[in-house]
């Protein structure tokens, strides 16, 4: 096991110091190019900001090298690294970092003024540009010498302390009370987690992966980029995600792996140039999130391209459950077995279910996170005897294949964001004229679901559609805001007083409440 995870990239530099690892734009990155990158961030974090090991970094922007150059220097610092939702509206990205406790953020050109607005709230926050990372713009330069404050060794060595129990991932994730929670992912963590997605992709040096999802998401990145750097592959970055740019890229770069959700498989197969464009340079397309419309699946599969789907969490690194390529046609709408190194448990009332029978997906294995970030309580809820207990539903054929039934409590994947309804609606309880609302998730065409809003007027008439709406702008991210609000006289409740969403989606679906698109 290597001592922290920049030995992957110090492994490639003495190897095949010219290999190609990172793509991005007019940018061609070496691998002894992007161990230098990594070096001299080291030294600026370390000397020019005074990071210390334990110290969370945090990033903001898109897509970009600066993001992996400082997760590598943070694992080499043993530092963590912070990736910020760049979807997020200012008061959601303030409740981040400051839980966090980020003393440094880093930001791209995109997002220098939310960035100085994000600082100007966090006070123990200092600002920093993603340029700074950049050779030449560094305030250390590793490889010089004369340095009267510390060698150039000193800068750039790895930490003593930075090993495989390190964490450096601190990434949030919207909880079920509204308030996001940190998962915390060590080093080890996402070391299995690179194994197990280098046997569900068959990935080598020779792969060549094609980055599109955001990597503020473990999705964009651990399920194949940070795998293929392990391997020594070759990454091409986008910014982020456009269906006309990504096809190009399958069209002129002919990469072999790609990971797209549900919504942005469907803005591929919309697009265009879908028919003009030669896709079998694809070993196997990656999806996961949500449940995957077998028409979407189909439509690769008669194009040459296996589909195969992967499970997980923030919390499982994420790759914990998936399908091989040789299983993409022979369990369609399965989302595989327990990964090589992820143990899998389907349990109903603390007993193992039989083949068939519904049950919670547990979950153990070394790519599991370590804790919720400061939040005992809920880390001691999810994490019971080295189970990760998921709160899905699924069951198990004689295969060994899972299917999903539900999802874990009521949350909503739009898009292959998750959104969870009780953020909503603490938004929707501060609203003058609402008396009481409820937050459910239905099918959308386009985003897999989106997120409906049921409102109880306190008198009926005085609230509008667009009235409603508003109350979320500026608060929570535009992906977030219901699609479309629903008019009542009661909310249908048990005996304890829980709201039955059930009976809400049912209502909709059936048309016996009718919705009413925002405008």
């Known amino acids: 096991m290597t001592a922290d995870l ?50 969370r970094i945090a990033y903001l922007g898109f897509n970009s090298p600066e993001f992996l150059v400082l997760l590598f220097a943070c694992a080499r610092l043993g530092a963590m690294l912070v990736p910020l939702n760049w979807r997020l509206e200012l008061p959601e990205l303030v409740r981040v970092v400051n839980h966090a406790g980020a003393c440094v953020l880093f930001a791209d050109p995109a997002h220098q003024q939310l960035a100085a607005d994000l600082v100007r709230q966090c006070p123990s ?30 800068i750039t060595a790895p930490d003593p302390q930075a090993g495989p129990t390190t964490p450096v991932l ?20 996402l070391l299995f987690n690179a194994l197990n997605s280098i046997d569900m992709h068959e990935l080598t040096s020779s792969a060549h992966v094609l980055t599109v999802l955001p990597m503020f ?18 990454v091409t970055l986008h910014q982020r995600f456009d269906p006309g740019a990504t096809l190009a890229a399958l ?61 997980g969490s923030t919390e499982t690194g994420p790759v914990a459950l998936y399908q091989r390529r040789e299983a993409a046609l022979t369990s369609i709408g399965s989302v595989g077995r327990g990964a090589a190194h992820t ?27 370590r804790e919720y970030w400061q939040d005992p309580e809920a880390t ?41 309804p009780a953020e909503l609606e603490q938004v929707l309880s501060g609203v003058p004229g609402i008396k009481e609302a409820a937050v459910v998730g239905m ?33 929570l991210a535009r992906y977030k805001h219901p699609r479309a609000v629903v008019f009542t006289s009661v909310l249908p409740r048990n005996a304890m007083g829980k709201v039955l969403k059930e009976e809400l989606r049912d209502a909709l679906s059936t048309g016996t409440i009718e919705m009413v698109e925002r405008s």
């Open 6 to 55: 920049s030995d992957w990239i110090e492994t490639h530099a003495a190897a095949t110091p010219d290999k190609l690892a990172l793509q991005f734009g007019d940018v061609t990155i070496s691998y002894r190019g992007l161990c230098q990158r990594v070096h001299g961030a080291t030294g600026l974090l370390r000397q020019g900001l005074q990071v210390g090991p334990g110290e």
């Open 125 to 154: 926050c200092a600002l920093a540009e993603s340029e700074a990372l950049e050779p030449g713009h560094s305030r250390v330069d590793p490889a010089a010498d004369g340095n009267d404050r510390v060698s150039p060794r000193s």
């Open 170 to 189: 601190l990434v949030y994730t919207s909880g079920t009370t509204g308030q996001p929670k940190g998962v915390v992912l060590t080093q080890r963590a």
């Open 217 to 234: 998401h473990v999705g964009g990145l651990n399920i194949q980029t940070t795998p293929a750097l392990y391997v020594g592959a070759t």
């Open 251 to 311: 069209r002129m770069e002919r990469p072999s792996h790609l990971v797209l959700v549900p919504a942005t498989i469907s803005a591929l197969i919309q697009h265009p140039d879908w028919h003009r464009t030669d896709v079998q340079c694809l070993k196997m397309l990656t999806t996961g999130s949500s449940s995957v419309p077998h028409l979407l699946i189909q439509a690769w599969h008669e194009r040459g391209v296996p589909v195969i789907q992967v499970y």
């Open 343 to 369: 143990q899998l448990g389907i349990v109903s009332k603390g007993v193992d279910v039989a083949s068939g029978q519904p049950g919670e997906l547990l979950l153990r294995g070394p790519n599991l996170f």
């Open 380 to 420: 001691a809820a999810v994490l019971v005897d080295g189970w990760f207990k998921t709160g899905d539903i699924g069951s198990r054929d004689r295969r060994g294949f899972v299917f999903i039934h539900d999802r874990k409590k009521d949350m909503v994947i739009s898009g292959g964001e998750n959104i969870y």
């Open 443 to 475: 099918p959308d065409a386009k985003w897999g679901e989106v997120p409906v809003a049921v409102v109880v007027a306190v008198a009926p008439g005085t609230l509008t559609v667009d009235g409603v709406c508003s109350a979320f702008e500026g608060v």
